[in-house]
C-alpha cells in the first residue's frame, strides 16, 4: 500500500509537469492552428525570470507570480510582430517559431556562460503524512496544475470569452461577420498559451535547474502528446500529456530506461494509427 | 580583458568577435595570441583545439583561458630556451563533425607542432587521427577520461579511472562502512567504461554491486531508481549520470531522504563548478576524488589560482579539475619541459621521446610524471567531501595520495 501511494505520487507529479507544458502548446495548437517551436523556449522565459528575481533577491515566489505576466506580455508581442504573419502558412510558421525559439535559447546560453544554474525550491521540505514524505513543491505543481486545468476549462466553456474563441475556432468567417475581432482573440490566445508556459516553467525550474535546453527537452514529448490526444480540442492535449508523462514515469519500472524512451514513442505512435483523430473526437471545444 | 597581449589579439575572420557577454563567441575563423616579443628563430606554434562553444562550451571555455595562462606565464619567464610560444585557437564546437575541419586548419594552414584540446571522448575519437596519423602532429589530450587511449604520439594528462577510484572506493568502503552500490550512469562510453573498471575495485574489496543502470541523457525522471535504491538497501551510489539528466536524479535521490538516512553519494567529475548546479542542501556528504580541488592549499596551487584571477577577473570558467583545466595546465608545461628536454627540436619523434620521461615538479594539486611507454601520467590524487553550510558549499579534503599509478597501457 505505501508503496502504491508513493508510486502513484510520482508518476502524478511527473505527469503534472508533462499537463503543464503542453497546456499551453495545446491551448495554441488547437485553437489557432499554429505548432509553435518556440513554446519550449516560452518555458526558458519563465524558469529564467524566476531566476533573474531570485539572483536580485526579490525571492522565488514573486518570480513564479511574474513568470507569467512576462512571458504572456512576450507572447504578446511576438504574436503582434511576427506570428499573425503566419495563420496562412502553417509549414512556414513552424520554421519561424523555430527560429523564433533558437534565437532566444541562444540569448540565454550566452547569458548564463552555457553554466546550469540551481533555483532553490519557494516551498521547500517535505510533509508527513501517514508516515510517508511527499516532496511539498511537487504537491504544489500537482495542485496548481490541477487548478490550472479547471481554471482553463471553465474559461473555455463557462464565459462568452470562451464561446467567441470556439466560434472563432469552428468558423473564423462566420464569427468575422458576428462582429467578432477574431485578430485580437488569436492575439489573446498565443499571449495566453505563452502565459501557461511560462507558469510551466516557472513551476518545474527547481527540479530541473535552469539552463538553456530546459525546455527543449520536453517539447518532443509535448508534441507526442498533443497528437495523442488530437489537436482542436482542450481535453485532448491534456489527456495525451497525462498518458505520456504516465508512461515515462511508469516504464522505467519495468523495462530498463534506455529502452523506456523510445517505448513511450512507440506506444504513442501505435495509438496515433489506431485513432488518428486523437482521444477525443466528439464534442469538440 | 585586460593584459598586455590581448592589445594584440587579432581575429582572421573579420566577422568573429567575442562579445562580452560570451556568446557569439564565433571564432569562426580560429584566433591567435601572438607573443609581444619575438625569436630568431621564429616562435613555437601550439594549437588549442577545444569547445568555445556549444554543451561543453563551459569547459572549453576554461581550457582555452588555462592555456592562455599557462603559455603567457612561459613567455613572461623568457620562453622555451629563449623562443615564445604563440598559441592557436580552433572552436571544436561541441560537435566532432565541425571539429575534424578545424583542427586540420591547426595543422595544414598553421602547421602547429602540438594539439591540446578535446574535451569528451567522442571529440578525442574524432580529432585523434587528423592531428596524430594523418596530421603527424603530437597531441596532448587533458580530461579525466574512461582510459584504454594507447596511441602512440597521443599524451593524456588528466586522471584515468585507477586513479580515481583506487583510493576512494577503498575509503568508501572501509573507512565509511559501504558495502552495497549502485551504478546509476549516463548512457555513453566515460560512464560504462568506468564503471566496469569502479565494479572491479568494489568486488575485490568486499563490496556489492546491487544494480547497474543506464539512462537516456536527458531523462527526466528517476522515480524508478529511487526506488530500486530503496528496495536493494544501497548505502553507496556511485554516480556517473551527467547534466541534463543529473540535477533531477540528485533532487530526487536527496527527496528520498538517502543521504538522510546514512547512504553515501559519490561522483568522480565533481568539481567547484558542479556544486553550483544543485541547491547547496542537496550536496551536503558528496565525496568527489579528483586531482585537483581549490582547497588544496599547497603554496603553489594557491598562486596558480591566484595569478588565473588576476588576470582573468570575475570570469564565469573556473581553473578546476573536472572541467580538464588542470590537465590542460599540466599539457603545456610537459610539452614545455619536453621541449626543453631536446634541446629545442621540436620534431615530433624527438619531442615524443622527451615527453614519454617528462617531470613537473610543480602544479595544480602538486607536480606530475609521465610514466614511459604509457601515455599517462602519475599525480597526486584527493579525496574531497562537500560540506553545505548556510546555504554555501565547500570541499573539505580528507585525503590525498601521492605519484598515483594510472595503470593504462
Known amino acids: 500500500m505505501e508503496f502504491a501511494i508513493k508510486f502513484a505520487f510520482d508518476i502524478m507529479a511527473f505527469t503534472s509537469v508533462m499537463v503543464l507544458i503542453v497546456l499551453g502548446l495545446g491551448v495554441i495548437a488547437s485553437m489557432m492552428g499554429i505548432f509553435n517551436f518556440a513554446h519550449g523556449e516560452l518555458v526558458l522565459l519563465g524558469a529564467y525570470t524566476v531566476y533573474v528575481c531570485d539572483s536580485v533577491g526579490i525571492g522565488g515566489w514573486t518570480g513564479v507570480i511574474l513568470a507569467p505576466l512576462v512571458v504572456g506580455a512576450v507572447g504578446l508581442v511576438l504574436e503582434k510582430t511576427i506570428i499573425r504573419r503566419f495563420y496562412a502558412t502553417p509549414i512556414i510558421a513552424m520554421l519561424g517559431t523555430y527560429a523564433i525559439g533558437l534565437i532566444i535559447r541562444e540569448i540565454i546560453r550566452g547569458l548564463l556562460g552555457g553554466h ?9 521540505g517535505a510533509f508527513v503524512v501517514g508516515g510517508l514524505e511527499f516532496s511539498m513543491w511537487r504537491s504544489f505543481i500537482i495542485a496548481t496544475t490541477l487548478a490550472v486545468i479547471l481554471g482553463c476549462w471553465l474559461l473555455l466553456t463557462r464565459t ?47 527540479l530541473y535547474a535552469l539552463s538553456a535546453d530546459i525546455g527543449i527537452r520536453f517539447l518532443v514529448q509535448a508534441f507526442l502528446s498533443v497528437m495523442l490526444g488530437g489537436v482542436g480540442t482542450f481535453e485532448g492535449p ?33 495509438i496515433v494509427r489506431l485513432r488518428p483523430q486523437g482521444f477525443i473526437s466528439v464534442g469538440r471545444l | 580583458m585586460n593584459g598586455p597581449n590581448l592589445g594584440r589579439r587579432r581575429f582572421l575572420s573579420s566577422a568573429a568577435a567575442l562579445s562580452a557577454a560570451g556568446w557569439a563567441g564565433s571564432v569562426a575563423g580560429g584566433m591567435v595570441l601572438r607573443p609581444n616579443w619575438a625569436h630568431a628563430a621564429g616562435a613555437i606554434k601550439m594549437g588549442i583545439a577545444t569547445d568555445i562553444t556549444g554543451a561543453i562550451a563551459p569547459s572549453g571555455n576554461a ?24 598559441l592557436y585557437l580552433e572552436d571544436t564546437a561541441s560537435d ?50 574512461e582510459g584504454q587511449e594507447c596511441t602512440k604520439f597521443l599524451y593524456n594528462t588528466g586522471p584515468t579511472p585507477a586513479q580515481q577510484c583506487d583510493r576512494l572506493i577503498p575509503y568508501l568502503i572501509k573507512t565509511l562502512g559501504k558495502k552495497r552500490f549502485a551504478m546509476p550512469s549516463a548512457n555513453y562510453v566515460w560512464p560504462q567504461l568506468l564503471n566496469k573498471y569502479a565494479r572491479k575495485v568494489i568486488e575485490a574489496n568486499g563490496g556489492e554491486v546491487v544494480f547497474e543502470e543506464y539512462y537516456p541523457l536527458d531523462q527526466a525522471e528517476y522515480s524508478a531508481t529511487i526506488g530500486k535504491i530503496k528496495d536493494g538497501k544501497v548505502d553507496c551510489v556511485f554516480m556517473t549520470i551527467i547534466p541534463p539528466g543529473l540535477q533531477p536524479f540528485v533532487k530526487q535521490l536527496y527527496e528520498s531522504g538517502f543521504q538522510k538516512n546514512g547512504g553515501a553519494l559519490t561522483c568522480v567529475y565533481y568539481d567547484e563548478n558542479l556544486l553550483n548546479y544543485h541547491p547547496a542542501q542537496e550536496m551536503e556528504g558528496l565525496v568527489s576524488c579528483l586531482d585537483y580541488f581549490q582547497a588544496v592549499e599547497d ?67 602538486g607536480g606530475a610524471q609521465m610514466v614511459p611507454g604509457h601515455y599517462h601520467a602519475k599525480m597526486n590524487m584527493y579525496i574531497a567531501v562537500c560540506k553545505s553550510e548556510g546555504g554555501k558549499t ?16
Open chain 1, 116 to 124: 546550469y544554474k540551481a533555483i532553490p525550491e519557494p516551498l521547500s
Open chain 1, 160 to 206: 462568452s470569452i470562451g464561446l467567441r474563441v470556439r466560434g472563432a475556432l469552428e468558423n473564423p468567417m462566420l464569427a468575422r461577420s458576428c462582429g467578432i475581432s477574431t485578430g485580437r482573440l488569436y492575439a489573446l490566445t498565443f499571449a495566453f498559451g505563452a502565459a501557461l508556459a511560462g507558469l510551466a516553467g516557472a513551476l518545474i525550474v527547481p
Open chain 1, 238 to 270: 491534456v489527456l495525451g500529456a497525462a498518458a505520456v508523462g504516465g508512461m515515462a514515469a511508469g516504464l522505467p519500472w519495468v523495462v530498463s530506461p534506455v529502452l523506456a524512451d523510445p517505448l513511450v514513442f512507440v506506444i504513442a505512435l501505435a
Open chain 2, 63 to 86: 581550457n582555452w583561458q588555462v592555456a592562455q595562462f599557462a603559455v603567457e606565464e612561459i613567455n613572461k619567464a623568457g620562453g622555451i630556451l629563449g623562443r615564445p610560444i604563440e
Open chain 2, 96 to 145: 566532432p563533425k565541425i571539429a575534424v575541419g578545424n583542427v586540420r586548419k591547426l595543422i595544414q594552414e598553421r602547421k602547429v607542432d602540438v594539439v591540446l584540446g578535446g574535451i569528451t571522448s567522442a571529440m578525442r575519437q574524432a580529432i585523434k587521427d587528423p592531428i596524430v596519423n594523418r596530421g603527424k602532429t603530437l597531441y596532448i589530450y587533458p580530461q579525466l577520461y
Open chain 2, 299 to 365: 603554496p603553489f596551487s594557491k598562486k596558480l589560482q591566484e595569478g588565473y584571477a588576476k588576470r582573468f577577473p570575475d570570469t564565469k570558467y573556473l581553473f578546476t579539475a573536472g572541467s580538464a583545466s588542470t590537465g590542460m595546465y599540466r599539457g603545456v608545461k610537459f610539452y614545455e619541459a619536453a621541449v626543453k628536454a631536446t634541446g629545442g627540436k621540436l620534431g615530433r619523434e624527438d619531442v615524443a621521446a622527451a615527453l614519454d620521461t617528462a617531470v613537473l615538479t610543480e602544479g595544480p594539486g
Open chain 2, 394 to 409: 565547500r570541499y573539505d579534503i580528507i585525503d590525498k595520495a601521492s605519484m598515483v599509478d594510472p595503470r593504462e597501457c
